[in-house]
């Protein structure tokens, strides 16, 4: 992947742009963040699906849920 670097010299107002591929560990420390925000998706999904089906047990509404708990 590409890295556009930009410089800016605020004395003389020159601004520089570097293009350059990225690192082996930058290329993992991105792939990374990737697989861990996925991973907090596929938690957060499963999350609500659990919730959606305790309250359809419950025969209640999330508003009332909240009502129950105080929040």
Known sequence: MKITERT???ETGETVDVERDETAAESKA???AAKAIAA???TAEA???AKAALLA???I???EAKLLIGS
């Open 40 to 42: 907090e998706q596929v």
């Open 8 to 10: 800016h010299n605020v």
């Open 61 to 63: 509404t999330a508003d």
């Open 30 to 32: 991105r792939l990374d």
């Open 57 to 59: 047990r419950l025969g």
């Open 47 to 49: 999350n609500a699906t």
